[in-house]
């Protein structure tokens, strides 16, 4: 049983966009993917600094227009990136993305097409960014520790644990003033480290933006998934567009269960796990929740061909109700 992965907010470098534009049509595909988000994609994707990609209203769109062309050329090697994903992507066993990712995610799944995943997520990153400027916030990785140790800081700090990533990871979020009382008395044993975000993600914080984008929600038409897609509420896997949609937008101020994820796809019995780019943060994750997987990162086109060897041996195994297909 094979899963594509899509990363979240944090994991975009400068320039990790480059290598992609050398593949025939992805130039063009991005040309029309900036056109709807009014942003300059190709630029911040190869060019920019660290400090501009770090903005929310461009990494969100950047790192969902990336994550759709790997998974176009992991899907289809043979083809350049089209405004719709291949037909291959019903090979694939299961679907997850790291908040942010779930986007990309929902439009490999079917449930919304390549250029409406792009106009919403732009919508989305406009949105959380003000909502972030209202106050001075932002999210702190806690590595390791007792998880109730931990969990207790976070409460004593008044933050909230954002993001469960399991394996030992939980993401704290609030505002400038809370962050430094953790600092300052961080739980036994764990490290603090500081995210490349720009504000207090999947909070109370990001309220304003909810209603926002869920206005922008309200004009789409949302397929049912062709794939098994899973949701960062809670895991589940869900069969149905809409609720998906409702779920993306309602995520925005809810706590990302990332470890929930994990144990779902454990249960499901996955054998292989591919990481889109900008990849590595959740394969780093799964080499510790899901041991004896195989694991690939896909950072740049040189491996494509390991994800189609990863394929051909491990996708196709189960059909979205998770019968096992025939024939």
Request: proline share 6%; net charge negative; hydrophobic share 45%.
């Given at each position: ?165 399991g394996s030992g990871q939980i993401v704290a979020a609030g505002t400038t003033e809370q962050l430094a009382v953790l600092a300052e008395n961080p739980p036994a044993r764990a490290r603090l480290r500081p995210l490349a975000v720009a504000g207090a993600f999947h909070t109370e914080h990001m309220a ?120």
């Amino acid at each position: 049983m094979l899963v594509i992965v899509a990363p979240g907010q944090g994991a975009q470098v400068p320039g990790f966009l480059s290598p992609w534009l050398e593949l025939p049509g992805v130039a063009e595909q991005f040309a029309a993917w900036s056109e709807v988000s009014g942003l300059d994609l190709v630029r911040y994707g190869t060019t920019a600094d660290a400090e501009e990609i770090r903005d929310t209203a461009v990494a969100q769109p950047l790192l969902v227009g990336a994550g759709l062309v790997a998974a176009s050329a992991v899907l289809s090697p043979l083809s350049a990136p089209s405004p719709a994903l291949p037909a291959e992507a019903s090979l694939v066993d299961a679907v997850a993305g790291h908040s942010v990712g779930e986007f990309t995610a929902a439009a490999i799944a079917g449930v919304l097409s390549p250029r409406d995943a792009m106009a919403l997520v732009a919508e989305r990153g406009r949105g959380m960014a003000d909502a972030a400027a209202r106050t001075g916030t932002g999210m702190t990785a806690v590595l390791g520790g007792d998880r109730d140790e931990v969990l207790a800081a976070l409460a004593a700090a008044g933050l909230t644990p954002a993001n469960d990533n399991g394996s030992g990871q939980i993401v704290a979020a609030g505002t400038t003033e809370q962050l430094a009382v953790l600092a300052e008395n961080p739980p036994a044993r764990a490290r603090l480290r500081p995210l490349a975000v720009a504000g207090a993600f999947h909070t109370e914080h990001m309220a304003p933006a909810v209603e926002r984008v869920r206005a922008t929600a309200a004009a789409l038409s949302p397929s049912d998934p062709t794939v098994r897609l899973l949701s960062n509420a809670d895991g589940a896997v869900v069969d149905s567009g809409a609720e998906y949609l409702e779920r993306l937008v309602s995520q925005i101020s809810s706590p990302v269960r990332w470890d929930s994820c994990t144990r779902t796809l454990a249960d499901l019995g996955v054998t292989a796990l591919i990481e889109l780019t900008p990849a590595g943060t959740l394969t780093g994750l799964a080499k510790r929740a899901l041991r004896g997987v195989e694991l690939l990162a896909v950072k740049t086109p040189d491996d494509l061909d390991r994800a189609g060897a990863l394929i051909k041996e491990h996708a196709g195994v189960l059909s979205p109700s998770g019968t096992d297909q025939e024939g």
